[in-house]
């Protein structure tokens, strides 16, 4: 990593700082939600964590939320599920942009044709390469479906 590019943790901090200053108390409520699953896992795992690490963590915050945005559509509590929204929405601006179903499938294709897989057998294989690929840029879950349909075809 280069001198000239912070790393996600000292810009995660830094904007916990100007949220505070500003006086932005949604953002900063969610940026120290950030920070401490952050430090659960430097904690838990007696690390520090890399940029790659912490995106994985973002990665994992984020696909929590959609899953409590979902239980509350169907138990009709909008106002909690904004609440997630917006919580996904400050989460995301950490993470890299995300690819876009054409770029997915592109990967997935190349990912499977570089590995020979053709059973469900495989998924492993395809799994292993293109998890990092897609870390903090995709829904891993939604990307196995798709791997699972074009295998198991």
Known sequence: ??????SLKTRITDAMKSAMKSGDKETLGTIR????AIKQVEVDTRTTLDDQ??????????KQRRESISQYLKAGRQELADKEQREIEVIQSYLPEQLTPEEIAELIEQTIADTGATTLRDMG????????????????????SQIKARLGA
């Open 1 to 6: 990593m280069s001198a000239a590019t912070p």
């Open 33 to 36: 939600l950030m920070l401490a």
């Open 53 to 62: 690490k912490i995106l994985a963590v973002l990665d994992k915050m984020v």
């Open 125 to 144: 294989k395809v799994m292993g390469l293109l998890k990092p690929k897609l870390q903090g840029r995709a829904d891993i879950g939604a990307v196995s």
